[in-house]
C-alpha cells in the first residue's frame, strides 16, 4: 500500500529554505528577496525547457507526466518479512492441502503480482515457464518506469542549459544598451537569475527526483524477484522451513539480525 513520502517535500523545502536565508542574511538593507524574482528569467526557462521536452518526447509520454511526480511524493510499505512469511505459508497449505487449495485463499492477497504467480502455479505451469512469464512482467514493468523517469532526467539537462541561453539573452541586451546605464541593472538580472533559476531547478527537483524513482524501481524489482522465487518454491512443493531460509537470505543484515533476536528471546521465554 502506498503513502505519502515527506522526504520529498521536506527536502524542497530545506533546499529552498537554504537559498532564501542566504539571500536574506546577506541582503544587509540594499535589496530583498523580491529581487530575486524576475518574470523574464522564468518564462526563458520554463517556457525553453518545456519546449525542448515538448520536442523530445510524445504527446501520450508527456501526459504521464503529472503521475510521474505524484509517485516521487509517495512510497510503497512493503514489509519483507510478512512477504515472506506469505509464502511460507502457502507453501505448508500446498503441502498439506494440494496447490489448488491455494485458489480459494488468494482472497486475502492484495498484490496481484503474487495472485498471478499463485495462479500459474495452480495450473500446472513449468517452474521455468512461470520464471520467464513473471520475470517479462518485471521487466515490462521497467521499461514503464524509465519512459516516465527519462522525462524528468531530459528535464533536469534542459533547465541550466535554457538558464545559460537566458544569461545570453541577458548579457546581449546589455551590451546592446551601455550607453543607457539604467538599463545594465535589469538586463544583468535577467543574465545572472536565469542561470539561478535553470540551476536550482534541475539540481533540486527535478534530478534528485529522477534518482528517487530510479531507487524505487530498483526497491520494487527486488520485491518482485522475492516473489518470484517464492512461487517456484510453492509451485515445486519445498518444506516451508527451507522456502524461509531461502527467502530470508534477500533480508537487509538489519532484518536478519533482529529476527534473529526474537528468536532468541522467545527460546529463553519458552
Do not use: C
Request: charged letters at 20%; a negative charge.
Amino acid at each position: 500500500m502506498k503513502k505519502i513520502d515527506l522526504l520529498t517535500p521536506i527536502g524542497i523545502f530545506i533546499g529552498l529554505t537554504a537559498v532564501f536565508a542566504a539571500i536574506y542574511t546577506n541582503a544587509s538593507g540594499a535589496g530583498s528577496l523580491t529581487d530575486f524574482i524576475q518574470i523574464a528569467s522564468i518564462l526563458i526557462v520554463l517556457g525553453g525547457m518545456f519546449g525542448a521536452i515538448s520536442i523530445n518526447f510524445s504527446f501520450a509520454d508527456i501526459k504521464l507526466l503529472p503521475k510521474v511526480i505524484k509517485e516521487t511524493f509517495q512510497t510503497k510499505d512493503q514489509n519483507l518479512q510478512e512477504l515472506i512469511n506469505t509464502f511460507v505459508d502457502l507453501s505448508a497449505k500446498a503441502r498439506r492441502e494440494g496447490l489448488l487449495a491455494l485458489e480459494a485463499g488468494l482472497e486475502d492477497v492484495d498484490d496481484p503480482f503474487i495472485e498471478k504467480g499463485v495462479l500459474l502455479a495452480v495450473d500446472g505451469i513449468e517452474p521455468d515457464i512461470i520464471k520467464d512469464i513473471m520475470m517479462a512482467e518485471v521487466l515490462a514493468m521497467e521499461e514503464r518506469h524509465r519512459k516516465g523517469r527519462i522525462i524528468l532526467e531530459k528535464a533536469g539537462e534542459y533547465a541550466p542549459a535554457w538558464g545559460m541561453i537566458g544569461t545570453l539573452v541577458g548579457l546581449v541586451l546589455m551590451l546592446q544598451n551601455l550607453n543607457d546605464p539604467s538599463t545594465l541593472g535589469p538586463n544583468m538580472a535577467v543574465a545572472l537569475l536565469t542561470t539561478l533559476y535553470g540551476t536550482l531547478l534541475a539540481n533540486l527537483v527535478f534530478i534528485p527526483m529522477a534518482n528517487k524513482l530510479a531507487l524505487s524501481t530498483e526497491e520494487e524489482v527486488f520485491v518482485k524477484q522475492i516473489v518470484v522465487e517464492g512461487v517456484i518454491g510453492v509451485q515445486s512443493g519445498q518444506n516451508p522451513k527451507i522456502l524461509e531460509e531461502k527467502l530470508s537470505a534477500f533480508l537487509p543484515n538489519h532484518v536478519k539480525d533482529s529476527n534473529g533476536e526474537e528468536t532468541e528471546e522467545k527460546d529463553m521465554n519458552e
